[in-house]
């Protein structure tokens, strides 16, 4: 998936793992400090990113969602596991999953689309 959707999916696990409701996510790779903005309320999400100009949103529950794309009309689907703090999940739009993993404030995402970790923080 592209940079600016990984780094919201990353916020999203991260702030569903956490219970952090921080509205930035640093962006290890490209240096960036992302400012969000919206809503995870239990199962119903809905974050909007200003780098991409779009929400992403979705419902869930028991840790599995499903996720809509508005910058892309595609979907997305997340499964959090809060006990082991993992995360994983595919983007339709491309077709490749991804998985991470977040300890303490900072987020692990391997992405298959590119082969490679991704570093964020709350």
């Known amino acids: 998936m592209d940079a600016r959707t990984r780094t919201v999916i990353a916020y999203i696990a991260g702030r569903l793992i956490t219970g952090n409701a921080g509205w930035t996510i640093q962006d290890q790779d490209r240096k960036l400090r992302i400012p969000l903005d919206g809503w995870v309320d239990g199962g119903n999400i809905r974050i909007y990113g200003h780098e991409r100009h ?7 529950a028991e840790g599995n969602y499903v996720l809509f794309n508005h910058a892309s009309e595609r979907g997305l689907t997340l499964a959090v596991n809060v ?9 339709q739009q491309t077709s490749y999953h991804f998985f991470g993993e977040v300890v303490e404030r900072a987020i692990r995402l391997y992405d298959y689309q590119d082969m490679r970790w991704h570093l964020y923080t709350l």
């Open 83 to 91: 006990e082991e703090r993992t995360f994983s999940g595919a983007d």
């Open 54 to 60: 779009a929400y992403l949103s979705g419902l869930g």
